[in-house]
């Protein structure tokens, strides 16, 4: 069975899932709006690779409480508050893995303390150089159909080499989102200033993506981290820890060619 | 490209050669057709390349060039290496024993980036029966006419997900091929009419060219959200409503969609 329970952060309650205790302790940051509930198919075989796995749900996602100003638009918040959790759980050597926003926190806070990062995995998240500031708030007024356009969206960010039943759930589960507080965390995603930053991350870090979806495009962000590794997977897209069947062992690869000294100790299959 | 119908070889080598192609009859024609030709730039590298070639490779015996749009594609200073023509629309022509063929017709650099593009509609000798031909499977590629919609209307008339998702809604919605458009009247759950123009117009239209409805119906996934992501398809008029029935026009590519599968199966 997994522990879980509620940290009490800036006076509300944040929801955390933890599986196995392994000395070195992984982080995994979902996508804009959803929860940790993205990587329950991912949790049980992390832990099995020997980590402590701690999966979050943001402020005002899932089972936590939203931050006292309401729902955030702002990267680099979701990035101080993911690092608070890590202090608070006493985490040993640290790993990291994110996609989407979850992708853009995780090198947030790359950007901020790669000193205390052992390898950072960041998933569909490309940085540009240019932030978009101008996103529309969010308005219940003007937007119709949410559950609709969420299910559609989304069933648009899966890949090509994805079974439908699995891209059905995927498209389904997202629906359970609160559309405020995934607008706000577009708003954020929007204006993220992240490009001039990259270069001062220090840790060893991998940017993933779909073949699907932002593909090749996303190799620039990769080429703007000194040392990173890049890989565009084929036949995914926007959601690779949620489509891909054999996430655990690519992940294990992925940290395996990032820190060669840990990965002779994972276990897993 | 295109799978289940027979490529037509009408521009290959014509473009390089200069000779008259015309190997298929206008009977013979079938949306989602592709011919291809190795292109052989002509002497200057004026622009537009294309131009010369397609008057040169009519897709029909004895075709007549009667309309071209041009336009630069994502390449325009691109070397053009080789030319390919789709099927987007046949039908008769007002004229009786003529037929129109519309194809889209692009030249592709050697990375396969269009490097100009043209709408192109030619009018070729056809037999008498092609006049009254409103068999369903020209039809079901025909989108934007009248005739279509009646089609897509009497596929969607027993579709109960259709009826919930426009049950709240009073208002007409085009669908716009190219230059075709049509218009489905809808009232509270069902489609009370399917004209040319709706008497107070349409709620909101979509649209997108021949050949982006073309490849929307050929494929095998109903991927109308990634294509509009792309630009192939837009909405213009009210977009609360097209957002608020959204559902229903995903409901109405499936009907489109399956309609084109299921004279594939026949043919």
Redesign the interface.
């Given at each position: 069975m997994h522990k879980a329970g509620y940290l009490n952060i800036d006076g509300r309650l944040g929801y955390v899932e933890v599986a196995g205790d392994g000395d070195d302790t992984l982080l995994c940051v979902h996508t804009a709006g959803q929860s940790g509930v993205q990587y329950r198919n991912n949790i049980d075989g992390l832990a099995a690779l020997g980590y402590r796995v701690v999966v979050v749900d943001l402020p005002g996602h899932g089972r936590s409480e939203p931050a006292v100003d309401g729902p955030i638009t702002s990267i680099p918040y979701y990035a101080d508050w993911c690092l608070r959790v890590l202090d608070e759980l006493g985490a040993g050597r640290k790993y990291l893995l994110g996609c989407s926003i979850g992708g853009r926190i995780v090198l947030e806070m790359a950007a901020k303390a790669s000193e205390s990062l052992e390898a950072v995995v960041a998933m569909e998240c490309p940085v540009s150089p240019v932030s978009r500031s101008k996103w529309r708030t969010p308005e219940d007024s003007?937007?119709?159909?949410v559950r609709?356009?969420t299910y559609?969206?989304n069933?648009?960010l899966i890949g090509s080499d994805v079974p439908a039943a699995t891209a059905e759930m995927i498209a389904t589960m997202h629906c359970r989102e609160d559309w405020h507080v995934t607008r706000s965390d577009l708003i954020g995603w929007g204006k993220h200033d992240l490009w001039s930053r990259l270069p001062d991350i220090s840790c060893p870090t991998y940017v993933i993506s779909g073949g699907d979806s932002f593909g090749e495009g996303l190799k620039a962000t990769a080429d703007q981290i000194p040392g990173a590794r890049f890989q565009s997977i084929d036949g995914i897209a926007h959601y690779p820890n949620q489509e891909m069947p054999d996430f655990v062992e690519a992940f294990k690869g992925w940290v395996g060619e990032l820190r060669p000294e840990s990965a002779a100790k994972r276990g897993g299959n | 490209m295109w799978k289940g119908v027979a490529s037509v070889s009408a521009l290959e080598n014509a473009a390089a050669k200069g000779t008259q192609p015309g190997a298929r009859g206008f009977e013979d024609i079938r949306v989602g057709m592709v011919s291809e030709a190795v292109f052989s730039p002509g002497s200057g590298g004026a622009v537009p390349q294309l131009l010369p070639a397609i008057t040169q490779a009519p897709p029909v015996r004895d075709a007549v060039l009667t309309g071209v749009q041009w336009e630069q594609g994502a390449r325009p200073r691109s070397a053009g290496a080789r030319v390919e023509g789709t099927v987007t629309r046949w039908k008769p022509a007002r004229k009786r024993g003529r037929g129109r063929v519309h194809q889209d017709v692009r030249l592709l650099d050697a990375d396969g980036q269009v490097v100009e593009s043209a709408s192109v509609v030619w009018d070729a000798p056809a037999g008498t029966e092609a006049q009254d031909d409103d068999s369903a499977s020209r039809v079901a590629w025909d989108v934007g006419t009248v005739a279509w919609g009646k089609h897509l209307a009497a596929g969607l008339a027993a579709n109960e997900a259709f009826a919930s998702a426009v049950q709240t809604f009073d208002g007409s919605v085009g669908v716009r091929a190219g230059e075709e458009q049509v218009e489905f009247r809808i009232y509270r759950g069902s489609i009370v009419e399917v004209a040319k123009k709706s008497l107070d117009g349409p709620t909101f239209t979509v649209g997108g060219s021949e050949r982006a409805w073309t490849d929307l119906l050929s494929s095998p996934q109903n991927d109308f959200v990634k294509r509009t992501q792309s630009n192939q398809f837009r909405s213009i008029g009210n977009n609360f409503q097209y957002l608020r029935i959204f559902k229903a026009v995903m409901l109405m590519v499936d009907e489109a969609q399956l309609a084109v599968a299921k004279e594939a199966s026949r043919a």
């Open positions: 003007s937007t119709p159909s609709d356009q559609f969206s069933l648009a | -």
